[in-house]
């Protein structure tokens, strides 16, 4: 038996003609053997059989009938034998025909094609004869036969009345036969009468006619004939087709009677509704019965015969599928399918009266849409039935006006149609089928809800813009035996739908329509993959081509959202696809046609001028913008040249400014917001973009935006600004907001602050962007200051809840903005020029937050966190303070707080005071430069509102009478006032203060001989017992020196000196910090004045001092470090700042022994006295201050071994030797090893002779 293969159809020259009838029939394939296959590879010139009938008019058959021997002439000895020879091979091959061999049946099959093409009418009469002397043909044979007669008729181009007669009866007699390879033998008999309408259609019309008209129900075969002449325009030439169509009109109306015909209307039914077994897409002759029962009910004028045929076939179609096929008729669906069609059909050939069927015929579809297994025949079937029934709507005038209930229902189905598409093919042209039946359905009423267009958009745009791409989609059709064209079926497919955005906004022609569009193409310009950007930009672009070449909105309506669009068509300017570049600049092109429409429009509202002749450009800038368009006023000369000047440079952002100048202040904040957005994108190309064309924007139209939305501007950027990884475009976006803080400073300092708390690395860029121009940064500071003083009391009553923390946030804020900003280069200067008003404010800040942690009544747990909430933030005021002195070169100030620990009197609100007062002091012994401006600015604060401003500036102020640059600002009267205003201050403590200045040396030069005078009475205390009184008498000579200031007298110094050294080293840690406080206060009173004696004093303190910095008491240290610090500035040593930094933080051999250089380098003359010092403190009993005092020495024998060995004794070595011993057992490693070093050293230096 033979093996059963479809038939792979070709498109090469030499096709049998009849492929296209078989085509429509692959029952025929199926049972064709596999010989069939490679039937259409041969081809053959197309003039071959003219060349061939002129070689041989007359043809010799071995095998001689009557008829050909009549035919007979007498020819060439040579060509006869030549014409017997090939009709005998021809012969032979027509009768090998018969065998099974597989292999062998293709060679004949090519045989016999390539002899039709050279010879036709040979071969033709031998097929003839072959037919008429062997009628026990088996079936199988015949069959193959039929399929080769079919094959050469149509590779003839001429065909004889004689072999048209005889091979039309032959085709007649056998198409109605039924035979063991049932309808495939008849469709193989009926392929001969089609192959003979390429020759004459009208004979074979005649001969179908009267079949037809017969009065008995047609065979199948009949209608297969007709169904391939009516779908095959092949088969007609020019202007045929439509005789065909009139003749088959005719027909159906000569056929009414018989629809009243109880048989013949039963057959009919059963027709097409007769499932088959094998049948994978529709037979032709069911295509065909469909047409020709809806042109029969079109040609019925009787309407209740037509409404009985309707309801006869819906009522048989309304089953369940499912039930059917789970009772075993699986051949149900192709019932369905063949009821799905006929809907179609009849609503499609219908002449009236369709509108009242349509919602029960859709019902119907619905339901076995619903209810059947689908598979792609039933898809098929579904697919072209509703256009048929669309169109025979729209043909109806009443449709516009007549509400469908069913359409809604359809949508649904259609959409899940298209979810159910494989979403990684494109094989079969559903997908566009079902868009543009959507499209069509779209236009009935009742309208589509906003809901379920934004679903059906949705899954639309899914499923094309979310295909693989091309190259992708065809390797998934190589191993298909018929591939589909991938490149024309996409195009095809993206055509159904934009022409579907076409029709939504031809439905409601508004700017809330396009934008309702656009909003769902968005998601795709935004995707990340290539093909789905270039894909969504394309469509988009269509659709305002569309838009600008039409003019379907009204110019009277404000576009919605523009700006949006603007900024994803000018990101997607620079993508990295070229395709997508130009698609985008085309799209801008198109968009900026239709503003300027829609500006002109407004304008001509707005003003109602004379109508004037639109602007005229050149021919090429008309074809530029209006792509053709010549209803369309192209824009002006100088429009067209900007965009093709820039055509060839996407990237360019002169086509952005030029569109930007059109847009509204609303749309130009959209493209604004539509480019930070972008910021935050994945792609690199997108973020750079966005940020040039947020720079891009700000720099044309940043001076007018809104002040209200530039805070949420820059809050925005702020937040994209953390995921910005490619630098030019942080870049970018930090100049935008320079520019910016040109116009909206106060707006941005006040977005920028709530996100302040904590500062953080992203956000210190901006506020650094934000004071990048030297003006905008000292109103930075300005603006800081003012929130900064916005200080609030969290103030809680019973039963209410808790103040609104905004203001007092942003104070906290705007104080961790001014620590930080202080080390920006950019607020360098305006910190500078602002000191006065920034130390004033942070040390009012501080006795703020103090404020704030001020132990109240307990508190509940959500209470107690707020305020604890504050604590940290105590200590970042004071940082501010610190870190304004140390940037602002303000470091011996700094250096003065540091070195004595007088910041932590800021940690208490009750130390407050001293800590402020110390600060100023330190500013008036180091004779700061800002007294003056600070003086200044003291003024206005002494009548604040704010009592801790208030306290701040009396504290400065009574420290400062010490100050002659006080009386450069103030006279004495002058000052003396400010003091008695203050004592009316509602404040005590304000009160208390201005007293303790009324009582300054300044206003009573009297008291400087009686405060002189109590010194020596003070100074015989010093031999007090008592450590506590000592301490305080002390305390007091310091006290009465600062009270002195310049008034005191070198002699007195002199004794307060020679007295207080005497205390160094006493037992008690208390008196020696007290004396060592008390030395460093003398030191400070006579700076600037002639030393005298005092100098020596000094001189011979420093080492001392210096092996202080390792007492065991703490208080002691403290002392000793300013002290020294002290001494240092009075006897003007270098490096003045790095003997600070290595006092206040350094430690180690390293710190150590700059330390010694440092002494060393400036005592040169107390070489000796030092150094015996040191060796004095060998003896203590503290073994800190011994090992210090080693290392001393050490260092000393190092760099100076001969003077060490000529100036210590036979007893010093030997304790040297033995502290260096004592040393080396040190748990430091490093004083280990220093101490076995030197042990070793002063080894070698003894051994030498003096």
Not at 504 to 520: D, G, R
């Amino acid at each position: 038996m033979d093996a059963q293969h479809s038939e792979k159809p070709h498109s090469h020259a030499s096709t049998d003609r009849t492929s296209s009838a078989r085509s429509q029939n692959p029952r025929i394939s199926s049972h064709i053997s596999e010989f069939t296959k490679n039937q259409s590879y041969m081809t053959v010139p197309q003039n071959s059989a003219r060349g061939d009938r002129q070689r041989h008019p007359t043809t010799i058959l071995l095998c001689k009938s009557q008829s050909s021997q009549a035919a007979l002439m007498p020819k060439e000895h040579t060509a006869f034998i030549e014409e017997a020879y090939s009709a005998a091979i021809c012969f032979k091959l027509l009768r090998d025909l018969s065998g099974s061999d597989s292999l062998h049946l293709r060679y004949i099959i090519k045989k016999i094609k390539s002899m039709a093409h050279g010879a036709p009418n040979l071969v033709l009469e031998t097929i003839h004869d072959y037919f008429v002397n062997n009628q026990q043909i088996s079936t199988r044979h015949k069959f193959r036969l039929f399929h080769v007669l079919g094959a050469v008729i149509g590779a003839t181009e001429s065909l004889e009345e004689t072999w048209e007669k005889s091979f039309m009866q032959l085709a007649l007699e056998n198409m109605t036969r039924s035979t063991e390879l049932e309808e495939a033998y008849q469709d193989a008999a009926s392929n001969v009468l089609v192959a003979i309408c390429r020759h004459s259609w009208q004979v074979v019309a005649r001969h179908l006619e009267t079949e037809v008209l017969s009065g008995v129900f047609p065979h199948r075969s009949i209608f297969y004939v007709m169904g391939i002449m009516t779908s095959d325009e092949t088969l007609f030439k020019e202007g045929e087709k439509a005789g065909w169509e009139e003749q088959l009109a005719k027909m159906a109306i000569k056929s009414v009677p018989f629809l009243n015909k109880e048989g013949w209307s039963k057959e009919l039914l059963g027709a097409l509704t007769r499932p088959d077994r094998t049948q994978q897409e529709q037979p032709p002759e069911k295509a065909f019965l469909f047409i020709y029962y809806g042109l029969m009910l079109q040609a019925e004028e009787n309407g209740t015969n037509v409404r009985t045929h309707l309801k006869t076939l819906l009522e048989t179609s309304h089953q369940w599928p499912k039930q059917r096929e789970n009772s075993g008729d699986l051949r149900w669906k192709w019932a369905s399918s063949t009821i799905l069609l006929a809907y179609g059909q009849m609503a499609d050939k219908a002449k009236a009266q369709i509108l009242p069927w349509v919602d029960n015929i859709l019902s119907r579809m619905i339901f076995f849409f619903h209810y059947s297994s689908w598979d792609e025949t039933l898809k098929q079937s579904f697919l072209t039935a509703i256009p048929m029934l669309v169109g025979a709507i729209n043909r109806n005038e009443g449709a516009q006006s007549y509400e469908f209930s069913q359409v809604s229902e359809l949508l649904e189905c259609l959409m899940l149609l298209m979810e159910k598409e494989p979403q990684d093919t494109l094989c079969t042209p559903t997908r566009q089928q079902t868009i543009r039946i959507i499209s069509s359905l779209c236009k009935l009423r009742p309208q589509l809800d906003l809901e379920k267009k934004s679903r059906l958009l949705s899954i639309s745009l899914r499923s094309v813009m979310s295909l693989p791409l091309l190259e992708v989609l065809e390797k998934h059709t190589c191993l298909f035996l018929e591939p589909p064209n991938i490149q024309t079926l996409y195009k095809e497919t993206a055509g159904a739908l934009e022409q579907m955005l076409q029709t939504f906004i031809m439905q409601n022609p508004t700017a809330e329509e396009l934008h309702f569009l656009l909003s769902h193409l968005y998601v795709w310009l935004e995707s990340e993959k290539a093909h789905e950007r270039q894909r969504a930009v394309h469509s988009c672009m269509a659709l305002l081509k569309f838009l600008s070449h039409n003019f379907y909105l009204d110019p009277k309506e404000d576009f919605k959202r523009i700006g949006q669009l603007v900024g994803m068509l000018g990101i997607l300017c620079q993508d990295p696809d070229k395709t997508t570049q130009c698609s985008s600049l085309e799209g801008l092109g198109h968009l900026y046609k239709l503003l300027l429409h829609q500006r002109r429009g407004e304008a001509s509202q707005e003003q109602a001028p004379a109508p004037q002749e639109p602007p005229q450009a050149s021919k090429e800038g008309a074809l530029l913008w209006s792509s053709g368009d010549q209803e369309a006023a192209p824009p002006s000369p100088r429009e067209v040249a900007l965009l093709k000047d820039h055509i060839l440079h996407p990237g360019s952002s002169q086509v952005i400014k030029e569109v930007m100048k059109h847009l509204t202040m609303a749309e130009l904040t959209d493209l604004i917001w539509t480019a930070i957005d972008g910021l935050g994108s994945a792609s690199p190309f997108r973020v750079q973009a966005a940020a040039d064309m947020l720079l891009t924007a700000i720099q044309e139209h940043g001076a007018k935006l809104e002040t209200v939305r530039v805070a949420s501007l820059g809050r925005a950027i702020h937040l994209q600004l953390c995921s910005v990884r490619i630098p030019q475009a942080k870049e970018n976006a930090l100049q935008a907001i320079t520019l910016l803080a040109r116009n909206h400073t106060s707006e941005l300092v006040a977005a920028f602050l709530d996100f302040s708390i904590p500062l953080d690395s992203h956000a210190f860029r901006l506020w650094r962007a934000l004071g990048a121009e030297q003006p905008v940064s000292h109103l930075v500071l300005a603006v800081l200051l003012g929130w900064l003083q916005k200080r609030p009391l969290p103030t809680r009553t019973s039963g209410s809840s808790p103040q609104p923390k905004k203001a007092y946030l942003r104070s906290l804020a705007a104080m961790n903005t001014l620590h930080e900003l202080q080390f920006a280069r950019e607020f360098k200067q305006a910190v500078q020029e602002a000191f006065p008003e920034l130390l004033l404010a942070l040390l009012s800040q501080t006795h703020y937050l103090l404020e704030l942690n001020l132990p109240e009544e307990p508190q509940p747990g959500k209470e107690a966190q707020e305020t604890a909430l504050f604590s940290p933030q105590s200590s970042t005021s004071l940082e501010a303070l610190k870190s304004l002195l140390s940037t602002t070169r303000h470091w011996q100030d700094f250096a003065y707080m540091e070195l004595q620990g007088a910041w932590d009197l800021f940690a208490t609100i009750h130390t407050y005071p001293q800590g402020v007062g110390l600060l100023a002091r330190a500013m008036v012994q180091n004779q700061c430069r800002q007294i003056k401006a600070l003086t200044f600015q003291l003024l206005p604060n002494l009548q604040s509102r704010e009592e801790r401003e208030r306290k701040a500036a009396i504290i400065i102020f009574t420290e400062f009478l010490y100050s002659p640059t006080l009386l450069e600002v103030l006279p004495k009267e002058a000052a003396l006032s400010v003091l008695v205003r203050s004592l009316r201050d509602p404040s005590p403590e304000i009160r208390v203060l201005s007293l303790q200045g009324l009582g300054n040396i300044l206003f009573h030069p009297e008291k400087g001989s009686l405060l002189r005078g109590q010194l020596p009475p003070f100074l015989n205390g010093f031999f007090q017992s008592s450590g506590q009184v000592l301490v305080r008498v002390m305390g007091t000579v310091s006290d009465v020196l600062h009270r002195l200031g310049a008034h005191s007298t070198e002699a007195q110094g002199l004794s307060i000196a020679i007295n207080t050294r005497s205390f160094f080293d006493d037992e008690r840690d208390g008196v020696r910090a007290a004396a060592v406080a008390l030395f460093g206060d003398l030191v400070a009173s006579v700076a600037g004045r002639q030393l005298g004696g005092l100098r020596a004093q000094v001189h011979q303190s420093m080492l001392p001092l210096l092996l202080r910095l390792k007492d065991p008491c703490p208080a002691v240290v403290t002392q000793a470090k300013f002290a020294f610090y002290r001494c240092s500035v009075l006897l003007r040593w270098r490096l003045q700042h790095t003997l600070f930094c290595t006092l206040a933080w350094e430690k180690g051999l390293s710190a150590r022994h700059f330390l010694w250089n440092c002494l060393m380098s400036h005592s040169q003359e107390e070489f000796g006295i030092h150094l015996a010092q040191a060796l004095s403190y060998l003896h203590s009993r503290h073994d800190h201050i011994k090992t210090w005092a080693a290392l001393f020495i050490g260092y000393t024998i190092c760099y100076h071994p001969r003077a060490v060995s000529q100036m210590v004794s036979d007893v010093d070595t030997k304790l040297l030797f033995c502290t260096f011993e004592d040393l080396k057992k040190s748990p430091e490693p490093s004083v280990r090893d220093f101490a076995s070093r030197q042990a070793s050293f002063l080894q070698k230096m003894t051994a030498r002779p003096r």
